[in-house]
Protein backbone atom coordinates (compact mmCIF):
# COMPACT_ATOMS: atom_id res chain seq x y z
CA UNK A 1 0.00 0.00 0.00
CA UNK A 2 0.91 3.82 -0.73
CA UNK A 3 0.76 6.57 2.28
CA UNK A 4 -1.63 8.46 1.26
CA UNK A 5 0.63 11.88 2.24
CA UNK A 6 3.95 10.90 0.21
CA UNK A 7 2.85 8.48 -1.78
CA UNK A 8 5.70 6.30 -0.63
CA UNK A 9 5.40 2.37 -0.08
CA UNK A 10 4.70 1.05 3.43
CA UNK A 11 3.16 -2.00 5.12
CA UNK A 12 -0.71 -2.12 6.39
CA UNK A 13 1.61 -2.80 9.83
CA UNK A 14 3.50 -0.10 9.78
CA UNK A 15 1.79 2.54 12.71
CA UNK A 16 4.15 5.56 10.91
CA UNK A 17 4.83 5.89 7.30
CA UNK A 18 8.78 5.14 6.89
CA UNK A 19 9.16 7.88 4.22
CA UNK A 20 7.16 10.82 6.05
CA UNK A 21 6.45 9.96 9.43
CA UNK A 22 3.35 10.62 8.78
CA UNK A 23 0.61 8.44 11.25
CA UNK A 24 -0.40 5.60 9.13
CA UNK A 25 -4.62 5.55 9.98
CA UNK A 26 -5.18 2.29 8.38
CA UNK A 27 -2.88 0.36 10.80
CA UNK A 28 -4.99 0.78 13.40
CA UNK A 29 -7.73 -0.67 11.32
CA UNK A 30 -5.91 -3.31 10.08
CA UNK A 31 -4.67 -4.37 13.37
CA UNK A 32 -8.04 -4.32 14.98
CA UNK A 33 -9.41 -6.59 12.06
CA UNK A 34 -6.32 -9.05 12.57
CA UNK A 35 -7.06 -9.56 16.46
CA UNK A 36 -10.78 -10.28 15.88
CA UNK A 37 -9.74 -12.50 13.01
CA UNK A 38 -7.44 -14.48 15.22
CA UNK A 39 -10.22 -14.29 18.44
CA UNK A 40 -12.69 -15.74 15.93
CA UNK A 41 -10.20 -17.84 14.29
CA UNK A 42 -8.88 -19.49 17.50
CA UNK A 43 -12.70 -19.69 18.99
CA UNK A 44 -13.38 -21.47 15.71
CA UNK A 45 -10.44 -23.47 15.56
CA UNK A 46 -11.42 -25.01 19.56
CA UNK A 47 -14.44 -25.60 18.28
CA UNK A 48 -13.85 -27.54 15.51
CA UNK A 49 -11.72 -29.83 17.51
CA UNK A 50 -14.00 -30.21 20.51
CA UNK A 51 -16.61 -31.28 17.80
CA UNK A 52 -14.01 -33.25 16.27
CA UNK A 53 -13.63 -35.07 19.70
CA UNK A 54 -17.03 -35.58 20.04
CA UNK A 55 -17.40 -37.24 16.88
CA UNK A 56 -14.23 -39.92 17.11
CA UNK A 57 -15.56 -40.06 20.92
CA UNK A 58 -19.05 -41.13 19.57
CA UNK A 59 -17.74 -43.01 16.63
CA UNK A 60 -15.79 -45.13 18.81
CA UNK A 61 -18.50 -46.17 21.38
CA UNK A 62 -20.20 -46.99 18.41
CA UNK A 63 -18.02 -49.07 16.63
CA UNK A 64 -17.92 -50.72 20.39
CA UNK A 65 -21.19 -51.37 20.41
CA UNK A 66 -21.38 -52.70 16.96
CA UNK A 67 -18.42 -54.69 18.28
CA UNK A 68 -20.18 -55.96 20.84
CA UNK A 69 -23.28 -56.79 19.02
CA UNK A 70 -21.85 -58.68 15.90
CA UNK A 71 -19.83 -61.02 19.27
CA UNK A 72 -23.15 -61.68 20.96
CA UNK A 73 -24.73 -62.83 17.65
CA UNK A 74 -22.08 -65.06 16.91
CA UNK A 75 -22.49 -66.93 20.07
CA UNK A 76 -26.03 -67.05 20.40
CA UNK A 77 -25.44 -68.20 16.30
CA UNK A 78 -23.12 -70.60 17.66
CA UNK A 79 -24.91 -72.05 20.56
CA UNK A 80 -27.72 -72.70 18.16
CA UNK A 81 -26.21 -74.25 16.35
CA UNK A 82 -24.26 -76.37 18.85
CA UNK A 83 -26.51 -79.43 18.81
CA UNK A 84 -26.88 -79.23 14.89
CA UNK A 85 -22.57 -79.77 15.15
CA UNK A 86 -22.71 -82.29 17.79
CA UNK A 87 -25.38 -84.52 16.16
CA UNK A 88 -23.29 -84.06 12.72
CA UNK A 89 -19.92 -85.11 14.70
CA UNK A 90 -22.27 -88.23 16.02
CA UNK A 91 -23.74 -88.86 12.74
CA UNK A 92 -20.22 -88.61 11.01
CA UNK A 93 -19.04 -91.48 13.98
CA UNK A 94 -22.07 -93.46 13.25
CA UNK A 95 -21.57 -93.63 9.44
CA UNK A 96 -18.46 -95.18 10.31
CA UNK A 97 -19.34 -97.71 12.84
CA UNK A 98 -22.51 -98.52 11.26
CA UNK A 99 -22.63 -102.25 10.99
CA UNK A 100 -21.21 -102.07 14.97
CA UNK A 101 -23.82 -100.42 15.92
CA UNK A 102 -26.53 -102.34 14.49
CA UNK A 103 -24.92 -105.27 15.87
CA UNK A 104 -25.20 -103.86 19.09
CA UNK A 105 -28.95 -103.20 18.98
CA UNK A 106 -29.92 -105.83 17.71
CA UNK A 107 -28.43 -107.75 21.06
CA UNK A 108 -30.43 -104.98 22.99
CA UNK A 109 -33.56 -106.05 21.04
CA UNK A 110 -32.58 -109.66 21.89
CA UNK A 111 -32.38 -109.19 25.22
CA UNK A 112 -35.17 -107.17 25.48
CA UNK A 113 -32.58 -104.83 27.24
CA UNK A 114 -34.82 -101.67 26.36
CA UNK A 115 -32.90 -99.67 29.04
CA UNK A 116 -29.71 -100.44 28.14
CA UNK A 117 -30.70 -99.77 24.76
CA UNK A 118 -32.07 -96.67 25.53
CA UNK A 119 -28.79 -95.53 27.58
CA UNK A 120 -26.93 -96.90 24.16
CA UNK A 121 -28.51 -94.84 22.40
CA UNK A 122 -28.20 -91.74 24.15
CA UNK A 123 -24.56 -92.12 24.27
CA UNK A 124 -24.23 -92.63 20.39
CA UNK A 125 -26.39 -90.06 19.83
CA UNK A 126 -28.86 -92.38 17.74
CA UNK A 127 -32.58 -90.99 18.42
CA UNK A 128 -32.60 -88.69 15.49
CA UNK A 129 -35.38 -88.72 12.99
CA UNK A 130 -32.97 -87.72 10.17
CA UNK A 131 -29.76 -89.30 10.88
CA UNK A 132 -27.76 -92.60 10.46
CA UNK A 133 -30.03 -94.29 12.04
CA UNK A 134 -33.05 -93.14 11.17
CA UNK A 135 -34.73 -96.59 10.31
CA UNK A 136 -34.33 -97.59 14.00
CA UNK A 137 -35.84 -94.61 14.78
CA UNK A 138 -39.33 -96.13 16.25
CA UNK A 139 -37.46 -98.77 17.97
CA UNK A 140 -35.11 -96.14 19.73
CA UNK A 141 -37.97 -93.53 20.89
CA UNK A 142 -40.37 -96.82 21.88
CA UNK A 143 -37.26 -98.11 23.76
CA UNK A 144 -37.03 -94.19 25.60
CA UNK A 145 -40.63 -94.53 27.28
CA UNK A 146 -40.31 -98.30 27.91
CA UNK A 147 -37.37 -97.45 30.00
CA UNK A 148 -39.55 -94.72 31.90
CA UNK A 149 -42.29 -97.41 32.38
CA UNK A 150 -39.67 -99.92 33.84
CA UNK A 151 -38.05 -97.34 35.92
CA UNK A 152 -41.37 -96.15 37.65
CA UNK A 153 -42.06 -99.47 38.93
CA UNK A 154 -38.58 -100.25 40.03
CA UNK A 155 -39.01 -96.69 41.56
CA UNK A 156 -40.65 -96.84 45.69
CA UNK A 157 -44.51 -95.66 45.62
CA UNK A 158 -43.06 -93.81 48.92
CA UNK A 159 -41.24 -91.03 46.63
CA UNK A 160 -44.65 -89.81 45.72
CA UNK A 161 -46.35 -90.47 48.62
CA UNK A 162 -45.58 -86.90 50.06
CA UNK A 163 -46.88 -84.74 47.38
CA UNK A 164 -48.48 -81.18 47.75
CA UNK A 165 -51.50 -80.29 46.21
CA UNK A 166 -51.72 -80.52 42.71
CA UNK A 167 -48.67 -83.19 42.32
CA UNK A 168 -49.42 -86.18 40.39
CA UNK A 169 -49.02 -89.58 42.09
CA UNK A 170 -47.54 -93.12 41.59
CA UNK A 171 -50.11 -94.15 39.19
CA UNK A 172 -50.84 -90.79 37.39
CA UNK A 173 -46.48 -90.91 36.49
CA UNK A 174 -46.72 -94.53 35.46
CA UNK A 175 -49.58 -93.76 33.43
CA UNK A 176 -48.80 -90.90 31.89
CA UNK A 177 -45.10 -93.20 30.72
CA UNK A 178 -47.12 -95.95 29.46
CA UNK A 179 -49.65 -93.94 27.05
CA UNK A 180 -46.34 -92.59 26.03
CA UNK A 181 -44.86 -96.13 25.29
CA UNK A 182 -48.07 -97.24 23.35
CA UNK A 183 -48.21 -94.07 21.49
CA UNK A 184 -44.87 -94.98 20.22
CA UNK A 185 -45.03 -98.41 18.98
CA UNK A 186 -47.51 -96.81 16.82
CA UNK A 187 -46.02 -97.37 13.12
CA UNK A 188 -47.72 -95.22 10.75
CA UNK A 189 -46.80 -92.07 12.90
CA UNK A 190 -43.53 -92.86 11.56
CA UNK A 191 -44.35 -92.63 7.90
CA UNK A 192 -42.51 -89.38 7.06
CA UNK A 193 -39.43 -91.11 8.44
CA UNK A 194 -37.73 -92.21 5.28
CA UNK A 195 -37.44 -96.06 5.63
CA UNK A 196 -38.97 -96.28 8.93
CA UNK A 197 -41.70 -98.21 8.61
CA UNK A 198 -40.98 -101.90 8.03
CA UNK A 199 -41.46 -105.32 8.90
CA UNK A 200 -38.50 -105.68 10.98
CA UNK A 201 -39.77 -102.57 13.29
CA UNK A 202 -43.42 -103.63 13.45
CA UNK A 203 -41.99 -106.98 14.90
CA UNK A 204 -39.71 -105.39 16.94
CA UNK A 205 -42.22 -102.94 18.45
CA UNK A 206 -44.59 -106.24 19.11
CA UNK A 207 -42.14 -108.07 20.78
CA UNK A 208 -41.68 -105.12 23.03
CA UNK A 209 -45.51 -104.41 23.62
CA UNK A 210 -45.79 -107.76 24.72
CA UNK A 211 -42.49 -107.59 26.78
CA UNK A 212 -44.03 -104.89 28.62
CA UNK A 213 -47.35 -106.70 29.36
CA UNK A 214 -44.66 -109.37 31.09
CA UNK A 215 -43.79 -106.85 32.98
CA UNK A 216 -46.72 -105.21 34.29
CA UNK A 217 -47.57 -109.12 35.38
CA UNK A 218 -44.40 -109.71 37.07
CA UNK A 219 -43.94 -106.46 38.82
CA UNK A 220 -47.33 -105.24 39.20
CA UNK A 221 -49.56 -108.73 39.29
CA UNK A 222 -51.51 -107.49 36.88
CA UNK A 223 -53.26 -110.74 35.07
CA UNK A 224 -52.59 -111.58 31.34
CA UNK A 225 -55.66 -111.10 30.63
CA UNK A 226 -56.05 -107.60 31.41
CA UNK A 227 -52.69 -106.91 29.64
CA UNK A 228 -53.49 -108.59 26.46
CA UNK A 229 -55.01 -105.56 25.14
CA UNK A 230 -53.50 -102.61 27.21
CA UNK A 231 -52.46 -100.57 24.09
CA UNK A 232 -55.79 -100.69 22.87
CA UNK A 233 -57.35 -98.75 25.92
CA UNK A 234 -57.66 -94.73 26.55
CA UNK A 235 -55.09 -93.70 29.40
CA UNK A 236 -58.01 -93.18 31.35
CA UNK A 237 -59.13 -96.60 30.79
CA UNK A 238 -55.54 -97.63 31.74
CA UNK A 239 -55.23 -95.98 35.08
CA UNK A 240 -58.75 -96.97 36.20
CA UNK A 241 -57.25 -100.45 35.57
CA UNK A 242 -54.26 -99.96 37.12
CA UNK A 243 -55.92 -98.23 40.31
CA UNK A 244 -58.15 -101.16 40.53
CA UNK A 245 -54.93 -103.60 40.70
CA UNK A 246 -53.02 -101.76 42.88
CA UNK A 247 -55.75 -101.03 45.35
CA UNK A 248 -55.82 -97.22 45.33
CA UNK A 249 -59.17 -96.60 44.42
CA UNK A 250 -60.70 -97.78 47.71
CA UNK A 251 -57.92 -95.70 49.20
CA UNK A 252 -59.18 -92.61 47.28
CA UNK A 253 -62.80 -93.31 47.98
CA UNK A 254 -61.70 -93.55 51.95
CA UNK A 255 -60.15 -90.34 51.60
Not at 121 to 135: N, R
Not at 172 to 197: H, M, P, W
Request: charged share 30%; proline share 1%.
Amino acid sequence: MTCKYCGGELSPEDIRCPHCNRKNTFAAVHRASMKHYQSAYGATKEQVQRKTGAFRMRTLWILAAALVCAGFILWMLWGAFRDDRQQAFANAGNRKNYDAIVTQIQEYLADGDYSGLTQYSKEKELLDDKGVFKTYYPILYAARFYANVEKDIQTDSERYSEKGEGSMDYVEILCVDLDSFYDATYLKYYEDIAGAVNEENAAALETMKADMSTLLQDQLGISTEITANFDELTGAKREQILREELGQEDEEAGE
